[in-house]
């Protein structure tokens, strides 16, 4: 992917842009691109910079920059419900359930068929 056309910092690997931190090196194609909203996942950085062949130091200035830039805002829903005292710790998303599929010993000619309808 392209450098975004706002340019904020500038290192030998990195930049910092509108988008997030970018490669400068086009030819990774946006691989190991940070998003502005990832910025602060700190699994993702880490998954990053362990990657061979990146610059460590030039990376740690660009995810500094990066997030002098860019701060981290809370949700703000959540950050209201704290306010208030409702949510004291954080809210858990229930998993959804796997969908099962049970057509075991049956021929497929002999199942319903489905189709969808316009």
């Given amino acids: 992917m392209a450098l975004h056309r706002d340019i904020f910092w500038v290192g030998r690997q990195w930049a910092v842009t509108g988008a997030g931190i970018q490669a400068v090196d086009q030819r990774l194609r946006g ?6 909203a990832r910025l602060w996942d700190d699994d993702l950085v880490q998954s990053r910079r362990a990657k061979p062949g990146v610059n460590a130091v030039d990376f740690d200035k660009a995810l500094t920059v990066a997030r002098e830039r ?49």
Avoid: K, Y
Wanted: glycine share 4%; proline share 13%; net charge positive.
């Fill in 31 to 36: 691989v190991l691109d940070i998003e502005i």
């Fill in 70 to 118: 860019f701060p981290q805002t809370p949700d703000p829903i959540v950050a209201q419900l704290e306010a208030l005292g409702v949510v004291e710790a954080p809210v858990a998303r229930p998993v959804p359930r796997a969908m099962q599929l049970r057509v075991e010993g049956r021929l497929a000619r002999f199942l319903p068929q489905w189709r969808v309808r316009r």
